[in-house]
Protein backbone atom coordinates (compact mmCIF):
# COMPACT_ATOMS: atom_id res chain seq x y z
CA UNK A 1 0.00 0.00 0.00
CA UNK A 2 1.04 3.14 -0.34
CA UNK A 3 2.50 4.88 2.66
CA UNK A 4 0.19 7.01 4.44
CA UNK A 5 2.62 9.69 4.87
CA UNK A 6 3.89 10.17 1.65
CA UNK A 7 0.22 10.59 1.27
CA UNK A 8 -0.61 13.11 3.07
CA UNK A 9 2.09 15.45 2.18
CA UNK A 10 1.09 14.43 -1.68
CA UNK A 11 -2.55 15.54 -0.74
CA UNK A 12 -1.38 18.58 1.21
CA UNK A 13 0.85 20.20 -1.62
CA UNK A 14 -1.79 19.43 -4.18
CA UNK A 15 -4.44 21.54 -1.59
CA UNK A 16 -2.30 24.11 -1.34
CA UNK A 17 -1.76 24.78 -4.81
CA UNK A 18 -3.83 27.06 -7.54
CA UNK A 19 -2.12 26.39 -11.10
CA UNK A 20 -0.87 22.69 -11.68
CA UNK A 21 0.57 21.41 -14.56
CA UNK A 22 0.18 17.61 -15.18
CA UNK A 23 1.87 15.23 -17.71
CA UNK A 24 3.27 11.99 -18.17
CA UNK A 25 5.52 9.96 -20.28
CA UNK A 26 6.68 10.45 -23.89
CA UNK A 27 4.49 8.09 -26.31
CA UNK A 28 1.48 8.28 -23.71
CA UNK A 29 -0.20 4.54 -23.08
CA UNK A 30 -3.42 3.54 -21.32
CA UNK A 31 -2.25 3.39 -17.95
CA UNK A 32 -0.69 7.31 -18.59
CA UNK A 33 -3.68 8.58 -20.29
CA UNK A 34 -6.19 7.07 -18.15
CA UNK A 35 -4.22 8.66 -14.61
CA UNK A 36 -4.12 11.63 -16.82
CA UNK A 37 -7.79 11.86 -17.23
CA UNK A 38 -8.64 10.52 -14.05
CA UNK A 39 -6.20 12.94 -11.92
CA UNK A 40 -7.28 16.07 -14.25
CA UNK A 41 -11.14 15.70 -13.26
CA UNK A 42 -10.13 15.37 -9.81
CA UNK A 43 -8.12 18.75 -9.03
CA UNK A 44 -10.62 20.65 -11.07
CA UNK A 45 -13.32 19.37 -9.34
CA UNK A 46 -11.42 20.51 -6.21
CA UNK A 47 -10.90 24.19 -8.01
CA UNK A 48 -7.47 24.00 -9.74
CA UNK A 49 -6.81 25.78 -12.37
CA UNK A 50 -5.17 22.24 -14.52
CA UNK A 51 -2.74 22.10 -17.74
CA UNK A 52 -2.99 18.33 -18.76
CA UNK A 53 0.07 18.24 -21.35
CA UNK A 54 1.22 15.77 -23.24
CA UNK A 55 4.48 15.42 -24.58
CA UNK A 56 3.98 13.56 -27.64
CA UNK A 57 0.78 12.33 -29.41
CA UNK A 58 -1.55 10.27 -27.54
CA UNK A 59 -3.32 7.51 -29.77
CA UNK A 60 -6.87 8.18 -31.07
CA UNK A 61 -8.10 5.08 -29.55
CA UNK A 62 -7.53 6.37 -25.86
CA UNK A 63 -8.41 10.24 -26.60
CA UNK A 64 -11.56 9.69 -25.02
CA UNK A 65 -9.77 9.02 -21.51
CA UNK A 66 -8.66 13.20 -21.17
CA UNK A 67 -10.43 16.63 -21.54
CA UNK A 68 -10.26 17.28 -25.47
CA UNK A 69 -8.81 20.48 -24.60
CA UNK A 70 -5.62 18.85 -23.28
CA UNK A 71 -2.76 20.31 -24.82
CA UNK A 72 0.05 18.16 -27.21
CA UNK A 73 3.85 19.60 -27.83
CA UNK A 74 3.94 19.25 -31.52
CA UNK A 75 0.66 19.60 -32.32
CA UNK A 76 -0.63 22.35 -30.28
CA UNK A 77 2.69 23.69 -29.18
CA UNK A 78 5.79 23.76 -29.09
CA UNK A 79 8.30 22.92 -25.94
CA UNK A 80 9.97 25.73 -26.57
CA UNK A 81 6.71 27.98 -26.58
CA UNK A 82 5.88 26.20 -23.41
CA UNK A 83 8.70 26.68 -21.78
CA UNK A 84 9.16 30.09 -22.65
CA UNK A 85 5.56 31.68 -21.24
CA UNK A 86 3.11 28.65 -20.73
CA UNK A 87 5.09 27.42 -17.63
CA UNK A 88 4.99 31.28 -16.22
CA UNK A 89 1.89 30.96 -13.31
CA UNK A 90 2.44 27.04 -12.79
CA UNK A 91 3.30 26.30 -8.62
CA UNK A 92 2.73 22.77 -9.13
CA UNK A 93 4.67 20.56 -11.80
CA UNK A 94 2.80 16.11 -11.49
CA UNK A 95 4.21 13.84 -13.25
CA UNK A 96 2.29 10.43 -13.94
CA UNK A 97 3.78 6.96 -14.99
CA UNK A 98 7.22 8.32 -15.30
CA UNK A 99 9.84 9.45 -12.84
CA UNK A 100 12.89 9.78 -14.59
CA UNK A 101 14.17 13.20 -17.01
CA UNK A 102 14.61 11.06 -20.05
CA UNK A 103 11.36 9.51 -19.96
CA UNK A 104 10.02 13.37 -19.68
CA UNK A 105 12.00 15.40 -22.36
CA UNK A 106 12.66 18.77 -21.43
CA UNK A 107 9.76 19.68 -19.48
CA UNK A 108 10.53 17.09 -16.99
CA UNK A 109 14.38 18.53 -16.36
CA UNK A 110 12.74 22.65 -16.14
CA UNK A 111 10.85 21.35 -13.58
CA UNK A 112 13.06 19.92 -11.39
CA UNK A 113 15.19 22.65 -11.70
CA UNK A 114 12.16 25.34 -11.02
CA UNK A 115 11.49 26.34 -7.55
CA UNK A 116 8.17 24.82 -7.66
CA UNK A 117 7.47 21.38 -6.39
CA UNK A 118 7.44 18.24 -8.77
CA UNK A 119 4.99 15.46 -8.06
CA UNK A 120 5.69 12.47 -9.25
CA UNK A 121 3.37 9.81 -8.99
CA UNK A 122 4.61 6.11 -10.30
CA UNK A 123 4.97 2.71 -10.38
CA UNK A 124 8.63 2.13 -12.26
CA UNK A 125 11.80 1.32 -9.97
CA UNK A 126 13.72 3.65 -12.60
CA UNK A 127 13.81 6.81 -11.06
CA UNK A 128 16.42 10.13 -10.90
CA UNK A 129 15.41 11.93 -8.48
CA UNK A 130 13.34 14.09 -10.71
CA UNK A 131 10.28 14.75 -8.28
CA UNK A 132 10.78 16.63 -4.83
CA UNK A 133 8.01 14.64 -3.52
CA UNK A 134 7.74 11.03 -5.04
CA UNK A 135 4.44 9.19 -4.70
CA UNK A 136 6.56 5.57 -6.13
CA UNK A 137 5.09 2.29 -4.93
CA UNK A 138 6.83 -0.06 -7.34
CA UNK A 139 4.64 -2.99 -6.05
CA UNK A 140 1.59 -1.24 -7.73
CA UNK A 141 0.36 -2.66 -10.94
CA UNK A 142 -0.63 0.33 -12.49
CA UNK A 143 -0.38 4.69 -12.21
CA UNK A 144 -4.09 4.48 -12.16
CA UNK A 145 -4.23 2.08 -8.95
CA UNK A 146 -2.06 4.99 -6.97
CA UNK A 147 -4.62 8.15 -8.35
CA UNK A 148 -7.39 5.77 -7.00
CA UNK A 149 -5.93 5.26 -3.95
CA UNK A 150 -4.93 9.16 -3.53
CA UNK A 151 -8.58 10.06 -4.41
CA UNK A 152 -10.22 7.20 -2.38
CA UNK A 153 -7.60 8.29 0.97
CA UNK A 154 -8.73 11.99 0.38
CA UNK A 155 -12.44 11.61 0.12
CA UNK A 156 -12.15 12.97 -3.56
CA UNK A 157 -15.20 12.18 -5.64
CA UNK A 158 -14.80 9.85 -8.39
CA UNK A 159 -17.42 10.54 -11.26
CA UNK A 160 -18.38 8.42 -14.01
CA UNK A 161 -15.65 9.64 -16.28
CA UNK A 162 -12.80 9.30 -13.91
CA UNK A 163 -13.98 5.75 -13.17
CA UNK A 164 -13.68 4.73 -16.78
CA UNK A 165 -10.54 6.49 -17.28
CA UNK A 166 -8.85 4.70 -14.16
CA UNK A 167 -10.36 1.26 -15.13
CA UNK A 168 -8.84 1.74 -18.41
CA UNK A 169 -5.25 2.79 -16.94
CA UNK A 170 -5.33 -0.27 -14.53
CA UNK A 171 -6.51 -3.03 -16.93
CA UNK A 172 -4.37 -1.75 -19.61
CA UNK A 173 -1.14 -2.15 -17.50
CA UNK A 174 -2.33 -5.57 -16.50
CA UNK A 175 -3.14 -7.04 -19.73
CA UNK A 176 -6.53 -7.17 -19.04
CA UNK A 177 -6.16 -8.84 -15.97
CA UNK A 178 -3.98 -11.69 -17.24
CA UNK A 179 -0.82 -10.67 -16.48
CA UNK A 180 0.99 -11.76 -13.61
CA UNK A 181 0.74 -7.93 -11.86
CA UNK A 182 -3.22 -8.23 -11.16
CA UNK A 183 -3.51 -8.84 -7.73
CA UNK A 184 -5.79 -8.30 -5.07
CA UNK A 185 -5.15 -4.77 -4.96
CA UNK A 186 -5.84 -4.08 -9.14
CA UNK A 187 -8.73 -6.36 -8.16
CA UNK A 188 -9.96 -3.97 -5.03
CA UNK A 189 -9.51 -0.84 -7.34
CA UNK A 190 -11.06 -2.23 -10.37
CA UNK A 191 -14.25 -3.05 -8.30
CA UNK A 192 -14.50 0.07 -6.78
CA UNK A 193 -14.43 1.98 -10.06
CA UNK A 194 -17.25 -0.65 -11.65
CA UNK A 195 -19.21 0.44 -8.64
CA UNK A 196 -18.54 4.42 -9.67
CA UNK A 197 -19.80 3.58 -13.18
CA UNK A 198 -16.95 2.25 -14.88
CA UNK A 199 -18.63 -0.37 -17.82
CA UNK A 200 -15.29 -3.34 -18.34
CA UNK A 201 -17.10 -4.39 -21.62
CA UNK A 202 -18.19 -1.45 -23.13
CA UNK A 203 -14.67 -0.61 -22.64
CA UNK A 204 -12.96 -3.40 -24.04
CA UNK A 205 -15.34 -3.54 -26.89
CA UNK A 206 -14.13 0.22 -27.49
CA UNK A 207 -10.44 -0.79 -27.51
CA UNK A 208 -9.96 -3.98 -28.63
CA UNK A 209 -13.16 -4.74 -31.01
CA UNK A 210 -13.01 -2.01 -32.20
CA UNK A 211 -11.05 -2.65 -35.85
CA UNK A 212 -11.71 -1.21 -39.40
CA UNK A 213 -12.57 -4.04 -41.84
CA UNK A 214 -9.47 -2.26 -43.85
CA UNK A 215 -7.16 -3.09 -40.68
CA UNK A 216 -8.44 -6.87 -40.48
CA UNK A 217 -7.35 -7.41 -44.00
CA UNK A 218 -3.92 -5.23 -43.29
CA UNK A 219 -3.37 -7.81 -40.60
CA UNK A 220 -4.32 -10.91 -42.53
CA UNK A 221 -1.53 -9.12 -45.37
CA UNK A 222 1.28 -9.06 -41.93
CA UNK A 223 0.22 -12.69 -41.29
CA UNK A 224 0.66 -13.94 -44.86
CA UNK A 225 4.20 -12.83 -44.22
CA UNK A 226 4.62 -15.03 -41.56
CA UNK A 227 7.90 -17.51 -40.75
CA UNK A 228 9.30 -19.02 -37.38
CA UNK A 229 12.81 -19.46 -37.45
CA UNK A 230 15.57 -21.42 -34.45
CA UNK A 231 12.65 -23.80 -33.40
CA UNK A 232 9.99 -22.25 -34.17
CA UNK A 233 10.84 -19.44 -31.56
CA UNK A 234 11.67 -16.36 -33.59
CA UNK A 235 8.63 -14.76 -35.60
CA UNK A 236 9.29 -12.96 -38.34
CA UNK A 237 6.73 -10.67 -40.16
CA UNK A 238 6.97 -7.71 -42.37
CA UNK A 239 4.38 -5.23 -44.32
CA UNK A 240 5.04 -3.73 -47.81
CA UNK A 241 3.67 -0.32 -49.09
CA UNK A 242 1.57 -2.23 -51.68
CA UNK A 243 0.02 -4.26 -48.60
CA UNK A 244 -1.55 -0.68 -47.44
CA UNK A 245 -2.23 0.56 -50.77
CA UNK A 246 -4.05 -2.36 -51.32
CA UNK A 247 -5.88 -2.51 -47.99
CA UNK A 248 -6.54 0.89 -47.23
CA UNK A 249 -4.78 1.22 -44.64
CA UNK A 250 -1.54 3.62 -43.38
CA UNK A 251 1.00 3.58 -40.58
CA UNK A 252 -0.92 3.97 -37.37
CA UNK A 253 -3.13 0.69 -38.17
CA UNK A 254 -0.15 -1.06 -37.62
CA UNK A 255 -0.36 -0.71 -33.59
CA UNK A 256 0.33 -3.41 -31.68
CA UNK A 257 -0.10 -6.05 -34.60
CA UNK A 258 3.24 -7.25 -33.82
CA UNK A 259 1.83 -9.09 -30.68
CA UNK A 260 -0.40 -11.23 -32.97
CA UNK A 261 2.16 -13.92 -33.10
CA UNK A 262 2.97 -14.14 -29.39
CA UNK A 263 -0.24 -16.31 -29.38
CA UNK A 264 2.41 -18.86 -30.43
CA UNK A 265 2.82 -20.52 -27.47
CA UNK A 266 7.15 -21.43 -29.21
CA UNK A 267 7.57 -17.49 -29.92
CA UNK A 268 9.85 -16.31 -27.47
CA UNK A 269 10.71 -13.07 -29.35
CA UNK A 270 9.28 -11.49 -32.81
CA UNK A 271 9.89 -8.38 -35.23
CA UNK A 272 7.79 -7.08 -37.74
CA UNK A 273 9.13 -4.98 -40.52
CA UNK A 274 7.31 -2.07 -42.35
CA UNK A 275 8.29 -0.42 -45.71
CA UNK A 276 8.22 3.16 -45.21
CA UNK A 277 7.56 5.63 -47.99
CA UNK A 278 11.17 7.37 -47.84
CA UNK A 279 12.81 3.89 -48.76
CA UNK A 280 13.74 3.20 -44.69
CA UNK A 281 12.79 -0.09 -42.80
CA UNK A 282 10.32 0.37 -39.54
CA UNK A 283 11.61 -2.30 -37.32
CA UNK A 284 9.44 -3.09 -33.93
CA UNK A 285 10.82 -6.17 -31.94
CA UNK A 286 8.85 -7.69 -29.03
CA UNK A 287 10.10 -10.16 -26.64
CA UNK A 288 8.62 -12.62 -23.56
CA UNK A 289 10.96 -11.09 -21.44
CA UNK A 290 13.82 -14.08 -22.36
CA UNK A 291 15.34 -12.32 -24.98
CA UNK A 292 16.49 -8.65 -24.40
CA UNK A 293 15.12 -7.03 -27.43
CA UNK A 294 16.32 -3.35 -26.45
CA UNK A 295 19.77 -4.71 -27.19
CA UNK A 296 19.59 -5.49 -30.32
CA UNK A 297 17.51 -2.18 -31.21
CA UNK A 298 20.63 -1.03 -29.69
CA UNK A 299 22.75 -2.25 -32.43
CA UNK A 300 20.99 -0.64 -35.17
CA UNK A 301 20.74 2.67 -33.55
CA UNK A 302 17.07 2.23 -31.93
CA UNK A 303 15.99 1.39 -28.08
CA UNK A 304 13.39 0.70 -25.89
CA UNK A 305 12.77 -2.17 -23.33
CA UNK A 306 13.43 -5.29 -22.47
CA UNK A 307 10.23 -6.42 -23.79
CA UNK A 308 9.51 -3.94 -26.52
CA UNK A 309 12.09 -1.93 -28.65
CA UNK A 310 12.05 -0.19 -31.71
CA UNK A 311 14.56 0.95 -34.32
CA UNK A 312 14.15 2.02 -38.21
CA UNK A 313 17.00 -0.28 -40.75
CA UNK A 314 17.82 0.52 -44.38
CA UNK A 315 16.10 -1.07 -47.14
CA UNK A 316 15.39 -2.66 -49.35
CA UNK A 317 13.25 -4.98 -47.06
CA UNK A 318 15.22 -8.45 -48.26
CA UNK A 319 18.51 -7.07 -46.90
CA UNK A 320 16.99 -5.82 -43.41
CA UNK A 321 15.15 -9.27 -42.87
CA UNK A 322 18.14 -10.92 -43.34
CA UNK A 323 20.39 -8.09 -41.06
CA UNK A 324 17.64 -8.71 -38.22
CA UNK A 325 17.40 -12.44 -38.65
CA UNK A 326 20.99 -12.54 -38.20
CA UNK A 327 21.12 -10.40 -35.17
CA UNK A 328 19.19 -12.49 -33.33
CA UNK A 329 20.66 -16.14 -34.09
CA UNK A 330 23.35 -15.62 -31.15
CA UNK A 331 20.40 -15.85 -28.88
CA UNK A 332 18.91 -19.39 -29.81
CA UNK A 333 22.03 -20.72 -31.08
MN1 LIG B 1 2.16 2.29 -15.98
Same mark, same amino acid.
Given at each position: MLDPTLLNEARKLILASRRILVTTHVKPDGDAAGSMGGLVDALRALGKEVAPLFLSAVPHWYEFLVRPETQVIGRDLSMKDLLQSGTRDIDLFIILDANSCNQVPDIGAFASQSDKPVLVVDHH %?????????ELVDTGAAATGVLIYELLTASGWEITEHMAEALFVAIATDTGWFQFGNADSRVYRAAAALIEAGAQPANLYAALY???SYARFMLTQAMLNTLELHFEDQFAYQHIRRADFEQTD???????????????? %????ASVLLVELEDGRIRCSLRSRGSVDVSKIAQAFGGGGHQMASGTFLDGPLENAKQAIIEAFRPYFE
Amino acid at each position: MLDPTLLNEARKLILASRRILVTTHVKPDGDAAGSMGGLVDALRALGKEVAPLFLSAVPHWYEFLVRPETQVIGRDLSMKDLLQSGTRDIDLFIILDANSCNQVPDIGAFASQSDKPVLVVDHH %ATSDGLGSLELVDTGAAATGVLIYELLTASGWEITEHMAEALFVAIATDTGWFQFGNADSRVYRAAAALIEAGAQPANLYAALYQNFSYARFMLTQAMLNTLELHFEDQFAYQHIRRADFEQTDTEQADTENLINECHRI %ASVRASVLLVELEDGRIRCSLRSRGSVDVSKIAQAFGGGGHQMASGTFLDGPLENAKQAIIEAFRPYFE
